[in-house]
């Protein structure tokens, strides 16, 4: 602290209050006496329920399909890489209806894709797969920035030094490699969960809402928010908690 200049403290104190200010105003607008009822009701608790549900699922999703390419971005150098780098990581920036659009074209009912797989009676825009799909296209990112960064610190000696101990790919990969990253992983696929938590936008345009099927918290949130404020406020209070204690997992990394 001592190192820093001390002009650096008010516009470090005024990005805190930036931050905390508005969560402190929300949590006091809680009307208390009656937090259970109103956090508990059937369209509350079913949007919870399948937020979880959906949420867990795309974490999962994450890890299977951004560990491997987490390792392709780190490990492989080929022609078109930083474009795919580049791909990989636009929902972090584009905003979220629009993903959910470009989902939609490609597996709506006339989509891309959707089109044949509606002749095989498969439908998956306005589903709780679509939800899941959703919540996967956003949060993907998230594991693979903090899988590919630890993998490029970590290097590649101790897998160089175990192959040449007679070790195949996939038992130095699982064996070096993926105890390596360890705490990156976790710390990916625990932000990968909170921000599939948080999806509106995307899960919105592709999945619609309705109730107990693709309706999660954000969206019973904002549709309290006309009906019942009060509502409103208590969910999104319990939403922000959720963050928190996701953060603070995630904040918890297992040293290297």
């Avoid at 990581?89 to 989902?103: H, K, N, T, W």
């Avoid at 710390?187 to 995307?202: H, I, K, P, W, Y």
């Amino acid at each position: 602290m001592r190192s820093l200049p001390r002009w650096l403290l008010l516009p470090a104190l005024l990005g805190g209050l930036l931050v905390l200010l508005p969560l402190v105003s929300m949590a006091l607008r809680v009307r208390w006496q009656d937090f259970g009822a109103l956090i508990t009701s059937e369209s509350s608790l079913s949007a919870l329920r399948l937020s979880l549900q959906t949420s867990a699922l795309s974490a999962v999703l994450c890890v299977v399909l951004g560990v491997p390419l987490s390792l392709l971005l780190a490990r492989s150098a080929f022609r078109g890489l930083s474009l795919l780098r580049s791909v990989v990581l636009l929902p972090l920036v584009l905003p979220p209806v629009v993903g959910g659009i470009a989902l939609l074209y490609t597996f709506g009912r006339q989509g891309l894709l959707g089109r044949h797989l509606e002749v095989l009676g498969v439908q998956i825009a306005f589903s709780t797969t679509a939800v899941v799909i959703a919540q996967t296209f956003v949060a993907l990112p998230f594991l693979v920035i903090s899988l590919e960064g630890a993998l490029r610190t970590a290097g590649t000696r101790y897998e160089t030094a175990a192959a040449s101990l007679g070790a195949g790919p996939s038992r130095v990969l699982l064996r070096v490699t993926l105890p390596l990253v360890m705490p990156a992983l976790l710390s990916g696929t625990v932000l990968s969960f909170a921000r599939a938590l948080g999806e509106f936008g995307a899960t919105l345009t592709f999945a619609g809402s309705l109730q107990g099927t693709t309706r999660t918290l954000p969206l019973e949130i904002y549709l309290q928010r006309e009906s019942d404020p009060e509502a409103a406020v208590a969910l999104s209070f319990v939403l922000m908690v959720v963050a928190v204690l996701v953060i603070a997992v995630t904040r918890r990394r297992v040293p290297t």
